[in-house]
Nanobody
Framework: QVQLVESGGGLVQAGGSLRLSCAASLRIFTFSTYHVGWFRQAPGKEREFVAAISRSGGATGYADSVKGRFTISRDNAKDTGYLQMNSLKPEDTAIYYC??????????????????WGQGTQVTVSS
């Protein structure tokens, strides 16, 4: 239904910032019909919820571990979602994935709800 491509990852020192982008290529439905989520997976750990945003951008949610440091946003005119990451910590090191779903009335933190996934972008935070 939708192809997602993440970009913006890289190596940054602790305390630094990165901005991830999630560009969507759509065939039938418009980007504004999808809720967008960001998840991450560190080596040896399960993929975990980071942040999500509703179709219109009017509602957002965050994992406790990133609340106050990360900001999720979207630009439906550009078919792109964003994750601004500030005050990065070494424990934020992971592959970050963008995901999208048309299911539900608002965003979800549940990995199983999302049926469209990007390939991921590596974020490495050095101490």
């Amino acid at each position: 239904q939708v192809q997602l491509v993440e970009s913006g990852g890289g190596l940054v020192q602790a305390g630094g910032s990165l901005r991830l982008s999630c560009a969507a290529s759509l065939r039938i439905f418009t980007f504004s019909t999808y809720h967008v989520g960001w998840f991450r997976q560190a080596p040896g750990k399960e993929r975990e919820f980071v942040a999500a945003i509703s179709r219109s951008g009017g509602a957002t949610g965050y994992a406790d571990s990133v609340k106050g440091r990360f900001t999720i946003s979207r630009d439906n005119a550009k078919d792109t979602g964003y994750l601004q990451m500030n005050s990065l910590k070494p424990e934020d090191t992971a592959i970050y994935y963008c995901a999208a779903t048309q299911y539900g009335s608002t965003w979800s933190s549940s990995r199983g709800v999302y049926d469209n996934w990007g390939q991921g972008t590596q974020v490495t935070v050095s101490s």
